[in-house]
């Protein structure tokens, strides 16, 4: 049994969305119970409409803010018109974690089918910090967080998680 104590990450949670508020937002307040319920500091909460300049001017505040370790986003990332998360955060990215895109596809394949492929969920590092976008759905939310978040945000997860390679982000 791993008796090594986590490190805590903060961590910044942005809602996309154009009709949910704190009280109606159901996959940001799990997103929040499950920060906190691993240890890790919320950093900042906001709910922002969905909407490719208010998404980027948000994650770019937190990318800039040297208190903030990670960023997770729920919503937009689909194909209708209005789905803009991806291509919001994107630009910003100095580095994309690809294999973070497959992995939750692959996961949510193996529950809903092919219907999985509209999703856009996409990771990345933009100035040492890491950049997550989950899809809107409070089940999407959870299987993200307990299927990848979870492990890779636990500075005990082994042979190498996330975590251990923050004080290496920022290397030239």
Aim: charged content about 25%.
């Amino acid at each position: 049994m791993n008796t090594e104590v986590p490190q805590s990450v903060r961590i910044a949670l942005l809602t996309v969305s154009d009709s949910r508020n704190l009280e109606t937002d159901k996959s940001g307040s799990l997103l929040a119970e499950r920060i906190e319920g691993a240890g890790h500091i919320l950093h900042e909460r906001r709910i922002v409409k969905d909407d490719i300049y208010q998404v980027r001017a948000a994650v770019s505040q937190w990318i800039a803010d040297s208190e903030c370790d990670v960023i997770v986003t729920t919503g937009g990332t689909g194909v209708t018109g209005r789905d803009g998360t991806p291509d919001a955060v994107a630009p910003l990215l100095d580095k994309i974690i690809d294999g973070f895109g497959e992995a939750f596809r692959w996961m949510s394949f193996q529950e809903i089918g092919t219907s999985a492929l509209h999703s856009r969920a996409l990771a990345g590092v933009a100035n040492g910090t890491y950049v997550f976008c989950l899809p809107g759905s409070a089940h999407a939310c959870a299987q993200g967080w307990d299927g990848l978040l979870s492990k890779q945000l636990d500075s005990r997860t082994k042979p190498c998680g996330l975590v251990e390679l923050m004080p290496r982000l920022r290397e030239s």
